[in-house]
């Protein structure tokens, strides 16, 4: 069964034990895996999202000082633009609004409420293939960093069992085969990649 939830509390309910296993663009960072094991997929970075033609000419989070930017709740794209406001002149912070759900975020920008969206590049990617001719990336992709199926600390028959199922994908073939059809063979997740979130204890 799939429980939809917000990404907000997503990591604290499975801990919780309201679900087992989160597949969620979860991108792994010493922190969470300190609190939940992870079996990594993909590999992607983090872009901004901005209006065809870039009027604004916005190229990086540090642009964003004294304007509004959208972007989905306890995200690492959260926690960077938190991290840049620190640097941002007094009285030319970013206006950073938060929302639980990713459509909502970009909807702020369809609606011109705010200048640009932050999040991972392929969710950015695919929000200029939903809105042809409407936006654009702004600058370039930064922070590639692994994504992973998240399960819960202890729980080894499922990390071992998913762990399993993931490898033999790639084994026979189906991992590369999906990742052409979506166009997301540079997200191919590399041996650096496979390791990096060490094991479900």
Aim: aromatic share 6%.
């Amino acid at each position: 069964m799939v429980k939809p939830t917000n990404f907000d509390t997503i990591l604290d309910d499975l801990t919780l034990k309201r679900f087992d296993v989160v597949i969620s663009a979860v991108t792994v960072t010493p922190e969470r895996a300190k609190k939940v094991a992870f079996i990594p997929y993909f590999n992607a970075g983090e872009s901004l999202l901005v209006p065809k033609g870039n009027p604004l000419h916005i190229t990086s989070i540090a642009d964003l000082c004294g304007l509004a930017v959208a972007v989905q709740t306890n995200t690492v794209e959260l926690s960077d633009l938190q991290a840049q406001n620190a640097k941002c002149p007094s009285g030319k912070k970013i206006d950073i609004r938060t929302f639980d759900s990713q459509d909502d975020v970009v909807l702020q920008l369809v609606d011109g409420h705010v200048v640009a969206t932050y999040q991972d590049s392929p969710v950015t990617d695919y929000y200029l293939q939903q809105h042809p001719g409407a936006f654009q990336v702004g600058g370039t992709v930064v922070n590639a960093a692994p994504e992973g199926i998240v399960v819960r600390k202890g729980d080894t028959s499922m990390y071992n069992a998913i762990k399993a199922a993931f490898d033999s994908l790639v084994q026979d073939g189906t991992y590369d085969r999906l990742l052409q059809k979506w166009n997301l063979m540079d997200n191919k997740c590399d041996t650096a990649c496979l390791n990096s979130a060490g094991s479900s204890s």
